[in-house]
């Protein structure tokens, strides 16, 4: 409790405002932070015996001091009721006492202050971990998690709840005072926690403060061994959007509004997208190969309106009636059937997908 580093400051915090020399001993009586420096790690009698009897001790200048020690006053540092050290004040008692009592309490104070900042990063840490085991997919007792929540001051975080991903390019622009939402960071990724989801309070907090970013949801979580999941989803739209969200409008989006991004990744998760990727590999092979897939994207997401996706692609609208045809030629598939353009969206969504995973940025 009593470690040197403390002692020191508060020797040096004393020292500042006490015209004496202050000594501070551990619990078993040795010097571990002086303004005389000669005396450190020395055994101080008197401070032993303080710490036996948890009651002050003067030494008058007008006896022999024992080993050790020079003429002062002595009282007991207590923590919780227990004595766990000892403050020694240098000078003739008379003198020292009107202020000995005043420097014992800060002495107190501090110790008391430094627990209080050590149980706060404990906190901190075991709130860390929980939040960690949200996004990675370590919860395995439901009742136990929630549990170890409430003990670190986590209660408020409940379920039903909606995982948010964010880059972390945007953390600048993000509020520092999060209120009732809960963030978790590590890798380069931002996840927060909103709960209460059918209030939507993440956006309109957002909306408040200004905020310039782009973030997206994974579904709602119903119980605490799927946020993992909501997360991953939510981590690949961001993949997906986070340098070209489908309108310059709307920076926040739910996965409502983009569930077939969410069964793309599960697709891509599990392996089987072959087929897929095999209709894309013609297109692949041209030299226009970029500008292909982007208008196949764009054609999706603005339903169609030629000119929303010459302006995005800053091309003239013939330029996007001449790829629609070459995706035709390439792929055998329609991009103005619709569900031969969905086939076409899923292809690109799984083949980007695969292309980030490689880069590691998705789990």
């Known amino acids: 409790m009593l470690t040197h580093e403390l002692a020191n400051e508060i020797v040096t915090r004393t020292m500042d405002i006490v015209p004496s020399n202050v000594n501070i001993m551990n619990a078993e ?9 000669k005396r450190l790690f020395n055994i101080h009698s008197i401070a032993v015996d303080v710490l036996r009897t948890g009651k002050s001790i003067s030494i ?33 008692p008379v003198e020292v006492a009107p202020y000995a009592e005043l420097v014992q309490m800060a002495a107190e104070l501090l110790v008391n202050q430094a627990y209080l900042s050590e149980q706060l990063r404990q906190n901190e840490r075991i709130a860390y971990q929980l939040l960690r085991a949200l ?9 136990a998690f929630m549990e170890r929540l409430q003990a670190t001051g ?51 907090f957002l909306q408040k403060n200004n905020c310039l970013l782009i973030a997206t949801s994974g579904p709602v979580a119903h119980s605490f061994g799927t946020v993992a999941s909501s997360c991953n989803i939510a981590r690949a739209a961001l993949s997906l959007y986070e340098e070209d969200v489908p309108t310059t409008e709307k920076r926040l989006l ?37 500008e292909l897939m982007e208008t196949i994207k764009q054609y999706f997401i603005h339903n169609g309106d030629i000119k ?17 045809n070459k995706i035709k ?34 789990l």
């Open 308 to 324: 929303k996706i010459a302006n995005h692609q800053f091309v003239h609208s013939n330029t996007v009636h001449h790829r629609l």
């Open 254 to 290: 739910y996965f409502e509004e983009t569930m077939l991004e969410g069964l793309a990744f599960e697709w891509q998760q599990s392996g089987t997208i072959q087929p897929f990727l095999a209709l894309l590999s013609p297109l692949l092979a041209s030299n226009q190969s970029a």
């Open 29 to 37: 009586g040795a010097v571990i932070a002086s303004g005389e420096k």
């Open 135 to 143: 996004v990675v997919g370590e919860v395995e007792n439901e009742r």
């Open 329 to 362: 030629a390439l792929t055998g598939k329609n991009p103005k059937v619709i569900r031969e353009l969905t086939d076409l969206f899923i292809a690109c969504l799984l083949y980007q997908l695969n292309g980030i995973q490689a880069q590691g940025k998705l």
């Open 60 to 92: 008058n200048p007008t006896v022999d001091c024992p080993s050790g020690t020079k003429p002062g006053i002595n009282l007991p540092i207590r923590f919780q009721g227990k004595s766990v050290g000892v403050i020694g004040i240098t000078g003739n």
């Open 154 to 204: 986590l209660d408020s975080l409940f379920l039903p709840l909606r995982a948010w991903a964010l880059s972390k390019a945007h953390e600048q622009t993000f509020p520092k005072e999060l209120g009732h939402f809960f963030q978790y960071e590590e890798r380069g990724e931002l996840f927060f926690f909103e709960t209460r989801p059918e209030e939507k309070r993440f956006e309109s």
